[in-house]
């Protein structure tokens, strides 16, 4: 079983300020690639950010705050 990291994905905005919304799913929660886990706010819009594998989410590194394209976030468990 490997770990997976958890980044905050390029946007395509031109935008410095990226703040933490919030996880969609629990620490221990097993979830699916391409399945809804977390939200980040820039500028006025806030974007639903999608895991990028099969797995159990292990450990949440952020909670809130600002953020940078490409921080790890958390962590994935995968297998």
Do not use: N
């Not at 958890?6 to 996880?23: N, S």
């Not at 980040?40 to 990028?52: N, Q, S, W």
């Not at 600002?66 to 994935?76: Q, S």
């Amino acid at each position: 079983m490997g770990r997976i990291a958890i980044e905050v994905p390029d946007l395509g905005m031109q935008t410095e300020e990226i703040k933490f919304g919030l996880w969609l799913k629990a620490a221990g929660e097993r979830i699916t690639a391409g399945e809804d886990l977390f939200e980040v706010e820039a500028d006025k819009a806030t974007v639903v950010c999608e895991a990028p594998a099969d797995g159990v989410l292990a450990e949440l590194v952020v909670q809130d705050g600002p953020v940078r394209t490409g921080e790890v976030i958390g962590y994935l468990d995968a297998g």
